[in-house]
């Protein structure tokens, strides 16, 4: 496998396509439906357990509202619809770290589904569907050592939000983006701590390959144990470039699950297809159906945080001001910005007069120039120049047109002759009854348009 693989398949005839499954605990202070405390992290083994979590017969478990509350506003950031009902199945299957021998998950009625997340490479913005967003919990922790294994209930019972993708990623690259992406929203709203490391947000990628143009999928495997973003990057590298080889070769791919080796930096098989399990979903009989309300759906919904797409936004402006404006300043002055007059209070209340439309583009550089040398404030600036905002609004610029073409019928006359000039003293004539408040393109095109509608005047 050469060390740089990096792109090398995009410019093959294969197309690679991956879906990614993430996991992320919530950052409840209970478990998923107990009372037990979820700050396991630094605790002795097996201290946060009690019959529920630990799967003891005749319990009865209780919703975690707070853990539904964070999945639903996830799933609003991410676009998603979220059904009015919906309700908690168990998956049927046997394994040590499963207490009950099932695991409470969602099956067929979700929390959410539909929704999308965009992800920008090289300046170009791919929409990424989210095919649910759903919620089960944890299971507990195996221990494995030489000859024996030990298990610790702590995780066990901890909600756990599942973010499944549709399979439209194309390259590892923009896996790890995505990866990246999600990972930012769930920080932002505070239901996740984010951490690969720890294994709070970890990552299961679909992945498979197609001739360049077929429309249908060809046979995927599924990667786990990859518990960085490098890794997600680095698994999938490895996994496509396996494929590929294979069907080069002319071997077939199998249906099967593989465990990313970090140290080797290799997928090996783990199960086959013929191994896979057969959950028997049922509706889980001792919990009642979710009835989602509208209004608390609306009520999560404006409670969000700002999102990072929507606050780089918005720093992009000021940044587009530091960088071009500001540093101009700096550098004709010959200071640095440490000692300029200009403070970071003061450039936020330039840029919050230019958003709320109080001056343009033009003023805010002037009124930024005397700020600059005198440490004033815009506003202060703005209300001592008596700057308006400028006219946008057609209707008032058309009544102020009127009257100078009413005023002037000897300059209306010699445009209507042919003479370019007198535009350009009509165009004068309405700036200055403006003040200089209106963009002198917009006003020429008006008045143009007054005067070739209506020859009579
Ligand atoms: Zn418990």
């Not at 997600?232 to 077939?252: K, N, P, S, W």
């Not at 509706?283 to 409670?303: F, H, K, M, N, T």
């Not at 002759?417 to 393109?441: D, F, H, P, S, W």
Request: aromatic residues 6%.
């Amino acid at each position: 496998m050469p060390a740089e693989t990096q792109d090398v398949y995009i410019e093959t005839d294969f197309e690679v396509v991956i879906g990614l499954e993430v996991h992320s605990q919530l950052l409840t202070k209970s478990k998923m439906f107990c009372t037990c405390s979820t700050g396991y992290a630094n605790a002795a083994p097996n201290t946060h357990v009690c019959p529920i979590c630990m799967g003891m017969p005749g319990v009865l478990p209780v919703i975690n509202r707070q853990a539904i509350a964070y999945t639903i506003m996830t799933a609003l950031a991410l676009n998603c619809n979220i059904p009015a009902y919906s309700k908690f199945d168990r998956k049927n299957y046997s394994y040590p770290d499963l207490m009950k021998g099932y695991q409470i998950s969602q099956y067929d009625v979700p929390l959410s589904k539909d929704g999308y997340l965009t992800v920008e490479r090289n300046g170009q913005t791919r929409k990424i569907g989210i095919t649910r967003v759903h919620l089960e919990e944890d299971t507990a922790r195996l221990l494995h050592h030489e000859g024996y294994s030990l298990i610790d209930v702590n995780r066990s019972g901890t909600p756990l939000m599942e973010i499944v993708s549709e399979p439209d990623m194309r390259s590892p690259e923009e896996a790890r983006l995505y990866m990246q992406k999600l990972r930012e929203i769930l920080v932002y709203l505070g239901v996740s701590s984010g951490r690969m490391e720890e294994g709070s947000l970890r990552c299961d990628a679909n992945i498979s390959i197609r001739p360049r143009g077929q429309q249908k999928l060809g046979v995927k495997t599924e990667i786990k144990n990859m518990n960085s973003f490098r890794s997600v990057e680095r698994a999938l590298e490895y996994e496509a470039q396996r494929q590929i080889a294979m069907a080069r070769a002319g071997e077939t791919i199998h249906q099967e699950t593989r465990g990313w080796v970090e140290t080797k930096g290799i997928t090996v098989s783990q199960r086959s297809k013929e191994q896979a399990h057969d959950y028997r979903y049922f509706p889980e009989p001792d919990l009642p159906p979710l009835l989602i309300s509208r209004e608390w759906v609306e009520e999560l919904r404006a409670a969000l945080p700002e999102l990072p797409d929507a606050r780089r936004a918005r720093a992009k402006a000021a940044s587009n001001w530091l960088l071009t404006a500001v540093v101009r300043l700096l550098k004709a002055n010959a200071i640095t910005i440490q000692s300029s007059p200009l403070s970071p209070a003061s450039l936020a209340n330039l840029l919050d007069l230019l958003d709320k439309g109080r001056i343009n583009g033009t003023q805010a550089k002037e009124v930024l120039d005397e700020a600059f040398t005198t440490g004033e404030l815009p506003a202060a600036i703005v209300e001592k120049r008596g700057l308006k905002p400028p006219i946008s609004d057609q209707g008032e610029l058309n009544r102020v047109i009127e009257g100078v073409i009413t005023s002037n019928p000897k300059s209306v006359h010699d445009y209507r002759a042919g003479k370019t000039n007198a535009l350009q003293y009509l165009v004068g004539q309405v700036m200055k009854q403006t003040r200089g408040q209106a963009k002198a393109e917009i006003v020429q095109k008006l008045l143009r348009a007054q005067l070739d509608e209506d020859p009579s005047t």
